[in-house]
Structures are given as structure tokens and as C-alpha cells.
């Protein structure tokens, strides 16, 4: 079950504005790197469902979570089907993140109130990922599908409509500010937050600091 209702997880979305997201297959490592996001002032994080075996290593990164790190809301994505959603959300995931559109899981998710934020390509999705009840859309691939313009065409139509780019999205302030400007309501953070040179020297200070400016970079935009 998860520790945290529906209606807080999306609100801390959106009022922090960065979900760093991240897998290994060695849980040990996945915990310093929620940590780092967390002590860098990161309060979501998103475990990609990558590799064999991956719920195990979140079930046990999620555990240690809810005692080292309370107030990290940890999610899944990666998601593709209903079964897998199911099977996380007994883990005790917060949230599920698809990389597509998948109606059916709209049912498992919301049966048990955990925001379920599927990957659209287009407004049509988008309408339709609404309709079954996202209130957070994901914007995947962010870059590949028209970037901040995207965004911002969707907008002009749909003010209602809150995104979540993920994929083309850095942690540098240029980009940053090109997606917020557009009017993003938060933005998936992965691999260059979260280099694997600097996983592989142990530099989970470069995270910790990486997370710090970010969140410093869109409070500054949100205002």
C-alpha cells in the first residue's frame, strides 16, 4: 500500500517541480542515489522498472526509504501493463510512469488511488489520458516529440493540461528555463543528473549538489 495519498504526490509534483529518475540493479547504489536526491532537497523520486528482477531491488529500496528518507515519495516508472502496475503498487509504490498509453491500467491505479502518469505523443492522447483520469500527463519522448514548443502549442488550447516532460530534459538552467517557460508543470530528470561516470566514481555529492541548483533554477522560474 502506498505511504502516501493521491492528492499530496501529485501536489509535490508539481511544488517541486524535478523527479530525478534511476535504476541499478544493485539496490545498494539505489539507495545513495535517492539519497543524494533527497538531501539535495528532492522529495519524488522515480525508480525505473528496468532488468530482471527490478521490483525486488525497489522493494528493498522502498523499505529502507520509508525509515532513512520519510518524506522521498518513491514511485515506478517504466510501467507498461496493468500486471506490472499491480505488482508495484502492492510494493507500496507512490506513483506509476508509463511510457505510453495503456487505458487499462487506468483501472488498477486508480482502484487503489496512486496517480498513474502515462507517456504521450500527442494532444489526442493527452485528451484521452485525461479523460481517464491523469491529472499529470507525461510528455515522452520530451525532445523527439517536439520539445518545448510542443508544450506550448498544447497549452495554448488545453491551459487545463499539466505536463511532465521526460527525455531531452538537463538539469542546466537553458533548458530548465526553455520547458518551464513553456509551461511545464515538472520535469523528469535522468541520466544527466545521474551520469554514469560519476556513479561508477562513487560522486553522489555531484548529485546531491546537481538536485540542490535545479530545484534552486525552477523555484526561481516558478515565481
Not at 65 to 81: L, R
Request: hydrophobic fraction near 40%; aromatic fraction near 8%; charge should be neutral.
Amino acid at each position: 500500500m502506498s505511504r502516501f495519498k493521491r492528492l499530496h504526490v501529485l501536489n509535490t509534483f508539481v511544488e517541486t517541480g524535478i523527479v530525478p529518475l534511476y535504476y541499478n540493479s544493485d539496490a545498494e547504489i539505489v539507495k545513495k542515489v535517492v539519497k543524494a536526491c533527497y538531501d539535495g532537497g528532492a522529495r519524488v523520486f522515480e525508480f525505473t522498472n528496468r532488468g530482471d528482477f527490478a521490483h525486488e531491488v525497489f522493494a528493498e529500496v522502498n523499505k529502507w526509504c520509508a525509515k532513512e528518507c520519510p518524506e522521498m515519495i518513491m514511485g515506478t516508472g517504466s510501467v507498461c501493463d496493468p500486471a506490472t502496475a499491480a505488482l508495484y503498487i502492492q510494493l507500496g509504490s507512490n506513483f506509476i510512469v508509463s511510457p505510453s498509453l495503456n487505458p487499462d491500467m487506468a483501472k488498477v491505479c486508480n482502484r487503489r488511488k496512486v496517480a498513474w502518469i502515462p507517456g504521450c505523443g500527442t494532444l489526442s492522447e493527452i485528451n484521452l489520458a485525461e479523460e481517464l483520469g491523469c491529472e499529470i500527463v507525461k510528455i515522452f519522448p520530451g525532445a523527439e516529440v517536439g520539445g518545448p514548443s510542443f508544450v506550448k502549442a498544447v497549452k495554448g488550447p488545453c491551459p487545463w493540461t499539466e505536463l511532465m516532460p521526460s527525455g531531452g530534459v538537463t538539469p542546466e538552467r537553458e533548458s530548465l528555463e526553455a520547458w518551464f517557460k513553456a509551461g511545464v508543470a515538472c520535469v523528469g530528470l535522468g541520466s544527466k543528473l545521474t551520469p554514469k561516470d560519476v556513479i561508477a566514481k562513487g560522486d553522489f555529492g555531484f548529485i546531491e549538489q546537481k538536485v540542490r541548483e535545479s530545484l534552486a533554477i525552477v523555484k526561481e522560474l516558478k515565481k
